[in-house]
């Protein structure tokens, strides 16, 4: 399944393997170098530029709606001096507003006290001072106007006809109607909200009443003066609301600055909540870094995790500042995901330094955690890298500049735990090395030594720790982890059990059926409401406009730009078949409530054609008739229509339509969609706007941009993934996974009542990242298992991270946990769906996986067809390597081998003991092998105690297998006990029974001894040199130490007993057995030495040459015979053929197999 890009993996563990080294010899600098740096960079807070406008934060870069109002301003630009409409503005500008409703129990406002009231609101409004600059002013001296007149609310002059109002003398007519005293027109629908009317139209009740005031902002400074009217306005309005002025009615204010407000106090909110948070990640930190061991625990390298991540996130946004980013006040979430990202690699690191021996040296430690933690800690930091890439090309402003600080802070935190945190362990390694308490630094005694000297209870439970160094493994000072055999034998075991996996497939579908259904009820688009804090005085403002003010909501402005003859009667036909178009839409009311210059126009000029007696007929004459009659300064219509500078010709006109009925959000950008649409289709350059449309635009985009960033996430980690992780298999997984993940954060979103927004697009993306780390690591740890039974790999892999994932997401949690208390919608929404990924994920990870794993990974037809046992017995890839080697071509029919039962151990020399990419394991222990990624917890590996029992139990194993392989030999080739010898395969597969070995010895040996007396003097001589040649022309260097087989010298030795008992003259070969160096004593050196002799004689020469045949004929006879041409090529084969078989494990080389495999424990007879 290895597919061959291992280049990565070994670059960064090699890289990481010498940066380990480096950092525990030179541990200073790498601590008060990233201090400096830190320092350093925090300067750049000085260039904080802080954002908190919603258009600029919140809307599309290149919205159309930002298009609209760029064209209707080119033509139409608002004049809040001295001609202001309000159902004309382009820009929201400087307003307050007020939302009243009767508080004593009737539901009419229409009532005499209740217009008192809104009398004495009125007054306190426009009489309220304010001071900028110097310059002391009131509402009606910076307010909008029109015509020189103040904008009033006209509705307050009802006042006079109340009392008629009352006894129901007087109706008033909806939608439009005339003062009989005042002679206003009031515009009901702008005012009144939430009416109720008869079947004729007559009010018979209002619920509700706003009032509106605007002020100039034309220029900079008529600006600011508004911004500091808008600041009066919502002190004076909500002084008096809260100290009960009024008791028939009740007040809800906003002003154009309140959600700059809201954004500043949710920031706000926030930051009181940053110190406990890093009290209780530290807190967390120190407990899951602390052991029962008081040298080998670490509780500061847990609080210099975080640490390390705070500084890491200080620097980054210093240097963010310092590249003119502007800050906003979702940033500030970003620490609390830094954090938790932190803590996680301190896991990582110190799961890979209690995977390396106590004995070996510091910086050896230091260099093989640094070289097992590279590849999880870069897997985890460049997918929260790129997932964060991926948001800086978002849209929305507010999206690229969380995500631009986030990229800076992830490659922050990084970088400072690889050099910062590592040499703050690297110190923390010394301390361990001298035996010194974690916490009060005093030198202390190993558990098992305070044992034997009797130390009191409170000694052994405080003070005693590391370990013996006259026994490193004693098992007393080497306890494993009780929470990773919960993990490892009682989770798995639940999760092994079929009805259990039943349980969790069919938990699974639901989870799934669950999320399918969120997405559909996914809401789209940022409310207003939602920027606002729960208890923020713009709340209950939002609450009122929804309940009583969304029957006749937005006025709509559609603009016709470029030069047109209006004259044209097909002109004037395309405008009003635009216009009935539009009004014949669900959601434009009808045409009583629509404003359009020319239809009214084209109207009056056919009622008073008689009367006036002009013609409209040619352009000309239509443009004088309408600067005459109809664009008079007095006229709103005189707003609608742009002449040019000639005042010849229309180069650009409007028309307003009024919205009606629109409910949510979703309605909201359906409207939008369904006009724009409409406007597009026209022959007429026609475009429709109102200013809340540059919101409206983000519900187009943020559907389309979250999934855009979502596939594209999940392929981009998918191809990391493999990259890191080179297996396919692995791969699809974790593609998997993702998208599950993925597709349930955002349906339970949904039903957590959560939108898709700009606010949830940033989780979407970021979720993409954190969706890999458990995921990609539990895969990796199953597919890398050496064992058989799928069983015994989901123990190997619960037992490798199920500590570790459980503390990851717990940190994570905990880290985001003060977003939670916030009580602010925006950073809810971040708990919410980093919650719900780090869950998903977990779940994922610790059931899922393991589940998928086993019925669809290696090994699964074990569990379709029942037979899985749950055993430890690893994989024997040599199987499949057989039964190649039977389909190929039998060159030797007399090759066979013997059981070699002691080969089969693992060891850090065993045949085969290679890492899941093809690279031998860590040398300082080949038992112990690698955890897989992301192990974030204590003691992620086996114990110490463990690794020792095992290694004991291995070394006793060895020395029995060779014990009882010595005597059943023995016994079965030359002894009495052929019936224990049963019959064996050789290298083909055939078998050979006890008879036939015993046969193919005696006659090995009868032509070995044909071959010796056959040796001229020449060749005597030769062999007591110390160089020599075998039987394939290889030099053997005598004066190398590499011991015989011991099959070799068990026949040597039977060859000294036949020569001792005969008459033989055996001189010459004891003068050369004194010359040769003795055997290795030590059983498992020379099972070494022999594998090594094997593989490098294999690996540098070839089997059996071209001229294999005239070689080995040459090899029995003297240099006379040699040359002799009667040498016959029949005798030639013959000795060929006796001498076919070579030593050790050459036979590997017919395996055609390219991954190295583990062979099956044999061993071939020699030929000399």
């Known amino acids: 399944m290895t597919c061959g890009i291992s280049c990565v993996d070994k670059t960064l563990n090699k890289s990481f393997y010498h940066l380990g080294i480096c950092i525990a010899k030179h541990p200073g600098y790498f601590v008060i170098i990233p201090v400096m740096i830190t320092l350093l960079c925090m300067t750049g807070y000085q260039q904080l530029k802080y954002q908190i406008d919603p258009e600029y934060l919140f809307s599309p870069i290149n919205g159309e709606g930002k298009a609209e109002r760029a064209l209707v301003e080119q033509y139409f630009k608002v004049n809040y001096t001295h001609r202001f409409n309000v159902g004309r503005i382009t820009r929201p500008g400087r307003f307050g507003r007020v939302i009243v409703i009767p508080k004593d129990g009737d539901d009419n406002m229409l009532r005499r006290e209740v217009f008192m009231e809104l009398r004495q609101l009125d007054n306190l409004i426009q009489n309220a001072s304010t001071t900028y600059d110097g310059d002391t002013f009131t509402y009606k001296d910076i307010c909008a106007r029109w ?21 129901g003398q007087l109706n008033l007519t909806f939608p439009i109607m005339f003062n009989p005293v005042t002679w206003d027109a009031h515009a009901f629908p702008v005012f009144f909200g939430g009416t109720k009317l008869t079947e004729d139209n007559y009010i018979i009740s209002v619920p509700a009443i706003q009032l509106v005031y605007f002020v100039t902002a034309d220029t900079k400074r008529q600006d600011a003066k508004g911004g500091e009217w808008e600041e009066t306005f919502l002190r004076v309005v909500g002084k008096a609301e809260k100290s009960g002025m009024f008791k028939h009615i009740s007040v809800s204010y906003f002003a154009s600055r309140t959600l700059d407000h809201e954004l500043e106090k949710n920031t706000k909110t926030v930051v009181p909540y940053f110190s406990s948070t890093f ?51 979702i940033n500030l979430a970003a620490p609390f995901l830094m954090i938790g990202i932190g803590i996680d690699d301190t896991f990582v690191m110190l799961a890979g330094w209690r995977r390396t021996p106590a004995k070996m040296p510091v910086h050896e430690r230091m260099a093989h955690m640094m070289s097992e933690a590279a590849v999880s800690i870069t897997i985890t930091s460049v997918t929260d890298f790129i997932s964060f890439l991926i948001g800086i090309i978002s849209p929305f402003r507010s999206v690229k500049i969380f995500c631009t600080y986030s990229v800076f802070a992830v490659c922050f935190t990084f970088i400072w735990h690889i050099t910062f945190f590592a040499a703050c362990m690297a110190i923390s390694g010394y301390r361990e090395r001298r035996n010194l308490h974690a916490i009060f630094g005093c030198k202390v005694k190993p558990m098992s030594v305070a044992i034997k000297e009797k130390r009191n209870f409170l000694y052994k439970a405080i003070m005693a720790g590391g370990i013996d160094p006259n026994d ?7 306890k494993d982890h009780m929470f990773m055999a919960f993990f490892k034998d009682k989770l798995a075991a639940i999760i092994n059990n079929k009805w259990c996996k039943i349980i969790i497939i069919i938990a699974f579908a639901s989870y799934l059926a669950g999320a399918c259904y969120g997405v559909t009820q996914i809401k789209e688009g940022l409310e207003r409401r939602k920027l606002s804090r729960e208890d923020s005085y713009s709340v209950e403002f939002f609450d009122r406009e929804d309940d009583y003010y969304r029957e006749f909501p937005y006025r709509m402005q559609v603009i016709i730009a470029g030069p047109l003859n209006y004259s044209d009667p097909e ?17 434009v009311t009808s045409s009583l409530y629509t404003e359009s210059w020319l239809r009214s126009f084209l109207s009056f000029m056919e009622r008073n054609s008689d009367y006036l007696n002009e ?4 352009e000309q004459s239509f443009i004088d008739a309408v600067k005459d009659h109809w664009l008079f300064p007095g006229n709103p219509f005189s707003l609608d229509v742009r002449l040019n500078q000639d005042e010849t010709q229309i180069i650009a006109s409007r028309f307003l339509i009024q919205a009606v009925n629109i409910t949510d959000t979703n309605h909201e950008k359906e409207m939008v969609r369904d006009l724009r649409k409409i406007c597009k289709d026209s022959p007429l350059n026609a475009s429709i706007f109102h200013p809340y449309f540059v919101f409206f635009d983000q519900f187009e985009l943020v559907r389309p941009v979250s999934l855009q960033a979502m596939v594209i996430g999940a392929i981009i980690m998918m191809i990391i993934s493999f990259i890191f992780i080179p297996n396919i298999l692995c791969s699809l997984w974790v593609a998997f996974s993702v998208i599950s993940i993925e597709l349930g954060v955002a349906g339970y979103m949904a039903l957590w009542d959560v939108n898709l927004d700009s606010i949830s697009m940033i989780n979407l993306i970021m979720c993409i990242g954190f969706s890999v780390d458990f995921t990609a690591h539990i895969c990796y740890t199953y597919m890398s298992s050496k064992k058989r039974s799928p069983k015994a790999r989901v123990r190997e892999a619960l037992h490798s991270l199920g500590l570790p994932i459980v503390q990851g997401s717990s940190s994570t949690i905990l880290g985001i946990i003060a977003l939670l208390l916030a009580q602010s919608y925006i950073f809810l929404v971040f708990f919410k769906m980093v919650f719900l990924v780090i869950f998903f994920g977990a779940m994922h990870g610790l059931f899922l996986l393991p589940v998928l794993l086993s019925l669809f990974g290696p090994g699964s037809w074990l569990t379709w067809t029942g037979r899985d046992d749950g055993s430890e017995e690893e994989v024997d890839d040599s199987a499949d390597d057989m039964k190649l080697s039977n389909v190929m071509e039998k060159p030797f029919a007399q090759s066979y081998y013997m059981q070699y039962p002691s080969m089969g151990l693992n060891g850090p020399y065993a045949y085969g003991s290679k890492g899941f990419l093809g690279a031998p394991y860590k040398a300082y222990g080949g038992d112990e092998k690698d955890q897989g990624l992301g192990t974030s917890g204590e003691d992620s590996s086996e114990s110490s105690s463990s690794r020792s029992q095992r290694r004991q139990q291995l070394a006793n194993n060895a020395a029995a297998a060779e014990k009882g ?18 019959p064996q395969p050789d290298l083909y597969g055939q078998q050979v029974s006890a008879a036939e070995w015993r046969q193919r010895l005696d006659a090995h040996e009868q032509q070995h001894q044909r071959n010796k007396q056959r040796r001229n003097p020449y060749e005597n001589y030769d062999m007591q040199r110390p160089i020599r040649r075998n039987s394939h022309g290889d030099v053997i260097d005598l004066r190398t130490p590499t011991p015989n087989s011991s099959l070799d010298e068990r026949m040597r030795r039977q060859y000294q007993q036949a020569l001792s008992a005969g008459s033989g003259d055996d001189s010459s070969y004891r003068q050369q057995s004194e010359q040769s160096p003795v055997p290795l004593a030590n059983s498992s050196a020379k099972r070494y030495h022999r594998r090594r002799s094997s593989e490098d004689s294999t690996r540098f020469h070839q089997r059996w040459p071209a001229n294999i045949v005239e070689r080995r004929a040459r090899r029995g006879h003297s240099p006379t015979q040699r040359h002799s041409q009667s040498h016959s090529y029949t005798e030639t084969a013959a000795v060929a053929a006796n001498f076919a078989h070579r030593s050790s494990s050459h036979h590997n080389l017919y395996q055609q197999s390219s991954k190295v495999t583990h062979q099956p424990p044999t061993y071939q007879y020699g030929d000399y």
Not at 286 to 296: E, H, K, L
Not at 472 to 478: E, F, G, Q, S, Y
Not at 571 to 587: A, G, W
Not at 615 to 618: H, L, S, V
């Open 571 to 587: 002109i004037q036909e395309q405008i009003e078949n635009l216009t009935s178009t539009l009004e014949h839409t669900s959601y």
């Open 279 to 329: 009290l209780l990640m530290g807190l967390f930190s120190i407990i899951t870094c602390m052991m029962g061991d008081a040298v080998r625990s670490k509780p500061f390298l847990g609080l210099m995790g975080n640490i390390s991540a705070i500084m890491a996130t200080l620097a980054a946004f210093g240097l963010a500042m310092y590249c003119g980013i502007e800050f906003i006040g």
């Open 615 to 618: 013609t409209i007929d040619d």
């Open 472 to 478: 490193p493994d004693n098992p007393v000072d080497n």
């Open 965 to 982: 392989w010595r005597q059943s030999s023995y016994q079965n080739i030359y002894g009495s006990g052929a019936a224990q010898f049963q």
């Open 147 to 167: 015509e020189n007149e103040c904008f009033e609310n006209d509705i307050l002059n009802l006042d006079a006809l109340m009392d008629d109002i009352e006894s």
